[in-house]
Nanobody, 115 residues
Framework: QVQLVESGGGLVQPGGSLRLSCAASENIASINVMRWFRQSPGKEREWIVSITRDGDRIYLNSVQGRFAISRDNAKNTVFLQMNSLKPEDTAVYYC?????????WGQGTQVTVSS
């Protein structure tokens, strides 16, 4: 059982930045893939970025160049740096860990982009 705890959400103006954190209860170096999703009201949960155990990254086109995922294995934490935020980025952001036999979710952190 992997526990994930997101933090770092909040209210930010358009064009601003936030850095989300996802702290894992296990050694993230052993986790195949770590991912971030988001869900806006009335919409389905949307994948936005993945990072593999080897450090390979894949981004949703709409966040490519604005968001950056990274991992600190020593801290068992994955980060999502979000720059040039837009109102349409407003959502609850979820961290996800993919293991060989299961996947795990955090509780989410709210990001609101508004003036």
């Amino acid at each position: 059982q992997v526990q994930l705890v997101e933090s770092g959400g909040g209210l930010v103006q358009p064009g601003g930045s936030l850095r989300l954190s996802c702290a894992a209860s296990e050694n993230i170096a052993s986790i195949n893939v770590m991912r971030w999703f988001r869900q806006s009201p009335g919409k389905e949960r949307e994948w936005i970025v993945s990072i593999t155990r080897d450090g390979d990254r894949i981004y949703l086109n709409s966040v490519q160049g604005r968001f950056a995922i990274s991992r600190d294995n020593a801290k068992n934490t994955v980060f999502l740096q979000m720059n040039s935020l837009k109102p349409e980025d407003t959502a609850v952001y979820y961290c996800n860990a993919v293991m060989p036999s299961n996947e795990y979710w955090g509780q989410g952190t709210q990001v609101t982009v508004s003036s």
